[in-house]
C-alpha cells in the first residue's frame, strides 16, 4: 500500500514558477508509472505529465516545454517543476501512481494552484 501526499501549491503570477512535490510513503520503485493530473472548477481531471519507472516522460500538450516532470526513488518522492505558469493552469494537482497491475492505483488529495495576477 502506498500514500502519496502532493505539496508546493499556492498563489503565483502568471509567469512565475512552482515546484510540485509528491511524497510516497512507499518505494515509488514498485510503481511502474508514476505522474500529475488536474482539475479545474466544472472541468474534467486531465492527465498534465506521466513519468515511468525508466523514465520515459509524456507531458500534455499545453503544458509541452514548460513544465517538468522528475522521479527521487531515493526519497520516493516525484516533483512536478512548473514554469512560465499561465492562469489556465490554475487547478488542483494531484499525484498519481500506477503499479503492476489495474488495480494498483493510488492518488493523493490534492493540492491547489492558482495562477492569477
Known amino acids: 500500500q502506498v500514500q502519496l501526499v502532493e505539496s508546493g501549491g499556492g498563489l503565483v503570477q502568471p509567469g512565475g514558477s512552482l515546484r510540485l512535490s509528491c511524497a510516497a510513503s512507499?518505494?515509488?520503485?514498485?510503481?511502474?508509472?508514476m505522474g500529475w493530473h488536474r482539475q479545474a472548477p466544472g472541468k474534467e481531471r486531465e492527465q498534465v505529465a506521466t513519468i515511468t519507472s525508466i523514465r520515459s516522460k509524456k507531458y500534455a500538450d499545453s503544458v509541452q516545454g514548460r513544465f517538468t516532470i522528475s522521479r527521487d526513488n531515493a526519497k520516493n518522492t516525484v516533483y512536478l517543476q512548473m514554469n512560465s505558469l499561465k492562469p489556465e493552469d490554475t487547478a488542483v494537482y494531484y499525484c498519481y501512481g500506477q503499479g503492476v497491475t489495474i488495480e494498483d492505483e493510488y492518488w493523493g488529495q490534492g493540492t491547489q494552484v492558482t495562477v492569477s495576477s
Open positions: 512507499g518505494s515509488i520503485s514498485s510503481l511502474d508509472v
